[in-house]
Nanobody
């Protein structure tokens, strides 16, 4: 069993910044990919950013240049620094861990990010 504990979601004005954190605990295997997805009301869940256990990153097109994902070396904690936030960034942000070689990954409970205009 893997537990993902997210924190950092809040209400912020457009143009502001937030930092999300996600700590994974339990039976965690390597290699793995940790990251963030988001889901806005009425929309499908979409990729925000992911980072592999080797430090490789991938970002969704809408956040490139504004968000930065990072990971503590040798730890299962990831951070998402979100700058220049826009109202369209409003969503529930979910932390995820996945394994390219198996087993099935896990999701966190989600943290709400609301950006006011």
């Amino acid at each position: 069993q893997v537990q993902l504990v997210e924190s950092g979601g809040s209400l912020v004005q457009a143009g502001g910044s937030l930092r999300l954190s996600c700590a994974a605990s339990g039976s965690i295997f390597r290699p793995n990919v940790m990251g963030w997805y988001r889901q806005a009301p009425g929309k499908e869940r979409e990729l925000v950013a992911v980072i592999t256990s080797m430090g490789r990153t991938n970002y969704g097109e809408s956040v490139k240049g504004r968000f930065t994902i990072s990971r503590e070396k040798d730890k299962n904690t990831v951070y998402l620094q979100m700058n220049s936030l826009k109202p369209e960034d409003t969503a529930i942000y979910y932390c995820n861990i996945d394994y390219p070689l198996g087993p099935i990954g896990s999701w966190g409970q989600g943290t709400q990010v609301t950006v006011s205009s």
